[in-house]
């Protein structure tokens, strides 16, 4: 079975999606078909999407195909990191703003930043959307992340 096929990452996904029709105020991409539909379709986007929970120290709880390629994980592995170690320890306070900016206004629509993948190589990303995820009942569960648009550095 595949991640989007099962239950508990079709309803995330839905988490996903309503929460950046409520607070970026356009879908994500044209949500056509099934919830299973739409779920396979984020997981199979063209772009990056991924998302961590509440903890004190965040977990991932989703990345999509392009996110794992990126951050050369498997999904496995993915589910398991703190989303701290995404970005340098250098980077790492910029990204704690950028995370408290992004509790405050719901959304922020133009973080650029230098993020790390399990291999060690290192990327610019760019142009990226953050925002808050809230569940039907309005509660906060968590915070996403997709972008489009990033460039390796060298080395």
Same mark, same amino acid.
């Given at each position: ?9 079709? &309803?995330?996904?839905? =988490?996903? #999606? ?35 929970? =509440?903890?004190?120290?965040? =977990?991932? !709880?989703?990345? !999509? ?6 951050? &050369?994980?498997?999904? &496995? ?10 970005? &340098? ?26 993020? =790390? ?14 925002? !808050? #995820?809230? !569940? ?20």
């Amino acid at each position: 079975m595949q991640p989007w096929q099962e239950d508990n990452w079709i &309803e995330h996904t839905q =988490i996903l #999606l309503n929460s950046y029709r409520r607070f970026v105020g356009v879908d994500l991409f044209a949500r056509d078909g099934s919830d299973e539909d739409q779920s396979r379709a984020l997981f199979e986007a063209p772009f990056v999407v991924v998302s961590h929970g =509440i903890q004190t120290d965040p =977990i991932l !709880n989703y990345g !999509n195909q392009a996110a794992l390629d990126l951050w &050369e994980m498997e999904l &496995e592995a993915l589910l398991k990191t703190p989303s701290r170690m995404t970005a &340098e320890p250098v980077h790492r306070d910029e990204r704690a703003l950028l995370l408290e900016r992004t509790s405050r206004d719901g959304f922020v629509d133009d973080y650029k930043g230098i993020r =790390i993948a399990s291999t060690g190589r290192r990327f610019l990303i760019e142009k990226a959307i953050v925002w !808050n #995820l809230v !569940n039907d009942e309005g509660d906060r569960v968590g915070q996403a992340a997709t972008f489009s648009d990033w460039v390796f550095l060298d080395e």
